[in-house]
DNA sequence: ACCTGAACACCGTTCAAGT
DNA sequence: ACCTGAACACCGTTCAAGT
């Protein structure tokens, strides 16, 4: 045990892919996608570029792999639930909450697809879809409905909360939103306009969870439990 | 009827927003999200920034458009079928090809939500939807969970497409896919090893189609028709 | 009203040089 | 093996000037 095995907590720490994704995911909550430039990371890490370069390929590696760190820590934790429904659920909402406090990771999710972070989702609602009965050689193609249902449902859902930006009001967005609704051509848009006010008063992760609920319930439907 | 009215086919057309976004959206086809500058737009269209800069805001707006343009067409046609149902497949299924056919569509739709295009969709699914006998006050509820699906579906499945590239082979990616699946640890992936010839087979126009079926057999399971 | 094109500020990435 | 920092090529956008 030298005196260099002390580190006082405030000394710059090494260098590591670890402490670099950790500082991207920093900066791209706090100032979104544009946020996450080398030139601040640089400043932040306090080195040059060339030193991030040596522990990361590029900026798309380093997003993929800020990505793949608040998704894997939303699914760390075994969901709970008594059915195997109610632990879809729980897994499907643990990602929503994920991606709607981390809302840049939706792009991001719906650019990689068949890549790394992707499967870590379909494994996770894969398990629980076996569970509930369906039959075998239909596994592949009901897992892959609830993870493109999971993963749309929360990137529109993020996409929203862009436009709001950080400090704004939802209630005033959703009436702003409405109002809109509301003025729309009634030849193009008599539908639309007819659901404006349920527009406005709808809860984001209500009608996420009725999503779920709904796909589910198709997934049921369509492949009843033997028996 | 002066000589000018007169314009031969092959001389430079002036300048419009019309033909800027239509530019845009060819240059996206050909190259991909990165093919789009304003230096390349420029020399296509044998002018300065500034003059594209008169006829749109910004890139963004641009982007907008070109999405715009892409979606608005493919929901032009009225879409064909004997039942609400077979209708919402008809149109889900143009939109799928056109995201196909454009596949940097997708990460503008998911990046855009409650903004111009989306709604051309929620309406044309939301027509159908009412039709299909879904009480009045779900109706906001269930279009949104439609059209989470089919912009989560299509969204991603022009990502594997992207990760391809244009010339690749299907079959020859589906396969190396589905071996590295294949490889992965079976502590953390049984369910995944499991599907990975599944994965393999699949198609992915008729995987999406049974994903709406399946969407819609959940509708009806929750809001059965009156009777 | 519409277009030109040089210029600005900023970006991701590279690389010779250091330790 | 790991880090430094100047330099390169390229980007979106602006704006004074033209017609």
Redesign the interface.
Known sequence: MSQQARRSPRRTEALSRERIVEAAVGMLDAAGEGGLTFRALTERLATGPGAIYWHVANKGELLAAATDAVVAAALAAEPEGASPRDRIRALALGLFDAVDAHNWV??QL??????VT??RI??GV??HV?AMGVPR?Q???????V???????A??NA??A??LGPGADRGEFLAK?STA?EE?DPD?????R??AQ??RE?DDRQ?FL??I??????????HPPAG
């Not at 719906?110 to 890549?115: E, G, L, R, T, V």
């Not at 993870?147 to 449902?153: K, R, S």
């Not at 609920?213 to 369509?222: C, K, N, Q």
């Open positions: 939706a792009a719906s650019a990689s697809s068949w890549q992707t499967p379909f494994e894969g398990r076996s050689e596994w592949f193609t009901v897992t892959s409905v993870v493109q249902y999971i993963l749309g449902a990137a529109q996409a929203n862009q436009v939103v609704w729309l193009d848009y008599s539908f639309t007819t659901v349920q527009m709808h009608q009725d999503g609920d709904l796909v589910l319930a198709g997934i049921t439907a369509v």
